[in-house]
């Protein structure tokens, strides 16, 4: 008995000293009053992952900031000869004029981690003014078919809301909410503290394939995005970048294990 309450002592000790370790490094001061957030951790299917580098591709964000941990990956991502942190801040405009900021990274954040990692994300973008947070999210699905074309239709996709006024809003704009079971990661840790802080958090739940990117299930959740956010996003190229994505985050995984020292825990990362 005593030793299970030491372990869980110790374990909220580490998430307690973890909320000091996890920082928002800003390069520039940018006016993000009612922008629209989208948290991009890897999540099942890549499905995160596609959506945040293709809408910071098509949308051609600039990256406005990182986050800084010693519980992230010593490293840096080398891309078009620029050096990048294991997380990213990236920021610019709708075509409707609305401002959007991208939380990307190729890196699953460790399970000890993600609760310091969402307290500071919520806090930046409460403190910026932001308007609303969203983390799109892959979801099993058994026997789902390893294809990827646009032929084929789209993966369901359900949203859940943490606050009355954010569930209200996807009732309006007929988006079907997700009604019974358990969302793990960034994603569940980030509806949580959203509803304790009055804060609108949406997380999209596309269904997916757990061994595969789903270029499918990103389009999904890329549809949902497009319906609450009042614009019109072309998913068709999804198709071709979920490949390139996969095979970029497999040339990042491969190098990362030959950097990393033999004894050392090797970064968690999908791909």
């Given at each position: ?64 900031g990182s986050v800084k941990s010693s519980q992230l990956p010593a490293l840096s991502i080398v891309h078009t000869r620029e050096p990048l942190s294991p997380v990213r801040i990236y920021a610019g405009l709708l075509d ?54 646009e032929e084929e239709n789209i993966a369901e996709a359900f949203a859940i809301g943490s606050t009355e006024n954010a569930r209200i809003m996807l009732k309006k704009k007929d988006i079907p909410q997700f009604k019974n ?91």
């Amino acid at each position: 008995m005593n030793g299970n309450k030491s372990k869980k002592k110790s374990h909220l000790d580490d998430e307690l000293m973890y909320l000091d370790d996890v920082e928002i490094i800003a390069f520039e001061d940018v006016d993000l009053r009612d922008a629209i957030v989208i948290a991009g951790f890897p999540s099942i299917g890549l499905v995160s992952t596609i959506v945040a580098n293709y809408l910071i591709d098509s949308l051609t964000l600039k990256q406005i900031g990182s986050v800084k941990s010693s519980q992230l990956p010593a490293l840096s991502i080398v891309h078009t000869r620029e050096p990048l942190s294991p997380v990213r801040i990236y920021a610019g405009l709708l075509d409707n004029g609305k401002k959007i900021v991208i939380f990307a990274s190729e890196f699953k954040p460790k399970p000890h981690l993600i609760p310091a990692l969402s307290n500071t994300i919520l806090k930046w973008v409460s403190e910026k003014g932001c308007n609303i947070l969203i983390s799109p999210e892959g979801m099993v699905v058994e026997g789902k078919e390893d294809k990827f074309s646009e032929e084929e239709n789209i993966a369901e996709a359900f949203a859940i809301g943490s606050t009355e006024n954010a569930r209200i809003m996807l009732k309006k704009k007929d988006i079907p909410q997700f009604k019974n079971g358990i969302i793990a990661g960034v994603s569940g840790v980030l509806l949580n503290m959203g509803k304790q802080a009055s804060f609108d958090v949406i997380a999209i739940l596309a269904e997916a394939h757990p061994e595969i990117p789903d270029a499918g299930a990103a389009a999904s959740a890329l549809n949902v995005i497009a319906t609450i956010i009042g614009v019109e996003i072309n998913v068709g190229p999804l198709y071709d970048e979920a490949g390139r994505i996969e095979r970029q985050l497999q040339k990042i995984h491969k190098q990362a294990k030959q950097m990393a020292p033999s004894r050392a825990p090797q970064p968690d990362m999908y791909g």
